[in-house]
């Protein structure tokens, strides 16, 4: 089983990018997705959690401005960030739920002008 996450960057701040996170060796499709992140010196946090039926749950810090969904038909995860403030650089992990957690590899995004 393998979680392929990509779309990290640089971005300014109130800029937007879009995650993505492809799982491979497993259906994921009725099984819970989501999202971690882990700045320099802190804990990894929950960012999203969407489960198979696509609700959804966010941190505080993110809601309203992130929007986490799912194409179950392509087993990717995606994440959606819009005013993106410099405190949500961090490495972002995706990850999927199958009998087990599996992880993504993590992709940088950093917000700074």
């Known amino acids: 089983v393998q979680l392929q996450a990509s779309g990290g960057g640089l971005v300014q701040p109130g800029g937007s990018l879009r995650l993505s996170c492809a799982a491979s060796?497993?259906?994921?499709?009725?099984?819970?997705m989501g999202w971690y992140r882990q700045a320099p010196g802190k804990q990894r946090e929950l960012v999203a959690h969407i489960n198979s039926d696509g609700s959804a749950n966010y941190a505080d810090s993110v809601k309203g401005r992130f929007t986490i969904s799912r194409d179950n038909a392509k087993n990717t995860v995606y994440l959606q960030m819009t005013s993106l403030k410099p405190e949500d650089t961090a490495v972002y992990y995706c990850?999927?739920?199958?009998?087990?957690?599996?992880w993504g590899q993590g992709t940088q995004v950093t917000v700074s002008s």
């Open positions: 990850y999927g739920v199958f009998h087990v957690v599996y």
């Open positions: 060796g497993s259906d994921f499709s009725s099984n819970p």
